[in-house]
């Protein structure tokens, strides 16, 4: 994920430099840059065991089955056990990963927004745990997987920036672009957030609820939610445009700030294409996790973008 109009801080112990000061030192954009993708991975993953119907694949919560934490042979869920189990199981490294960039955060480079962003990956980890949780309790309910994903969505945006703005200073941002452009990448960030949202409720309608003997649905009509979920990607594809025109038309000479949107359109269209081949071939497993991960980058490169309109450049 490189970064965009970034002002680099050497990520350098501020006290005496021990040796894990040292390590933490030389390893830190590596620890930054795992804590992001491993949180687009988590997405991947969570999509995986809701397409093959593995859900329930460890019945109980937090054991896997009553008296163990793993699987145990005699468990009826067949292969759907070690699907669950495996993304429990990232979760648990994701958690380590948090864990780490917190630690390296505060020995090598503790400014106020990098602790801040640090400490909301951990915390939100804990979240996702326990909506993990509570979403095996609730027999998969839609709207408890509906959240566990936006949730996850949230999470990526903040691992993303975290290691993006790494070798920023502890200065106040100041935006490159006027702020009606800004406002008007706020305003598409919002309707992402939608076209997010209105997803959950097209994969809580559909076939994959997420465990393939007793699906849990929203009960609305599909077509009719699917086309509703299209129609706000079509104003959101509107959006990107209008601000990669405004931010090449007033943003600064080099034009990174206009590339970063660049990449949401074309993450956008390339995610509309898989939308719509989903759509037309009655949702192959294997499409929609492919859509599932464009999501997860698309909230990555909007990311990226938000942060490329503004500098705490002195």
């Known amino acids: 994920m490189p970064s965009s109009q970034v002002t680099r801080v050497d990520a350098t112990p501020t006290g005496p430099a021990g040796p894990v000061q040292g390590l933490l030192a030389r390893w830190f954009d590596r620890i930054l840059w795992v804590n992001a993708m491993l949180q687009v991975l988590i997405i991947v993953s969570g999509g995986l065991v809701r397409l093959t119907g593995s ?9 896997c089955v009553p008296g163990s934490y793993v699987p145990v042979p005699h468990q009826e869920q067949g292969i759907h056990k070690f699907i669950e189990f495996g993304n429990r199981t990232l979760t648990g490294v994701l958690g380590v990963a948090a864990l780490l960039a917190v630690i390296a955060v505060w020995q090598v480079a ?14 939100g980890i804990v979240l996702q745990a326990l909506l993990g949780g509570l979403t095996v309790l609730a027999g998969l309910h839609p709207v408890t997987v509906a959240t566990h994903f936006l949730v996850s969505a949230g999470l990526v945006a903040i691992a993303t920036r975290l290691h993006l703005t790494r070798h920023e200073p502890d200065v106040a941002a100041r935006s490159l672009v006027p702020s009606l452009v800004r406002q008007l990448g706020t305003v598409t960030c919002l309707v992402a957030a939608i076209v997010l949202t209105l997803g959950t409720v097209v994969t809580g309608s559909g076939p994959h609820s997420g465990d393939a003997d007793t699906p849990a649905r929203f ?8 086309w509703l979920h299209a129609d706000a990607v079509m104003l959101f594809v509107g959006l990107v445009v209008a601000t990669w025109v405004a931010v090449r038309l007033t943003g600064s000479d ?11 359109l074309l993450v956008t269209v390339a995610q509309g ?5 989903q759509y037309l071939t ?5 499409l ?7 999501a997860a980058l698309l909230v990555v490169t909007l990311t990226r973008a938000m942060v490329a309109l503004r500098t705490r450049h002195a």
Do not use: E
């Open 55 to 63: 859900g329930l694949g460890c019945p109980t919560w937090p054991q």
């Open 110 to 123: 503790p400014r106020r927004h990098l602790k801040r962003d640090s400490l909301l990956v951990l915390g």
């Open 219 to 226: 009960g609305l009509d599909p077509r009719t939610i699917s």
């Open 254 to 264: 080099d034009n990174r700030a206009a590339g970063a949107w660049h990449a949401v």
């Open 273 to 277: 294409v898989v939308g719509y081949a």
């Open 282 to 286: 009655d949702l192959p497993w294997l």
């Open 288 to 294: 929609v996790l492919g859509h599932m991960l464009l």
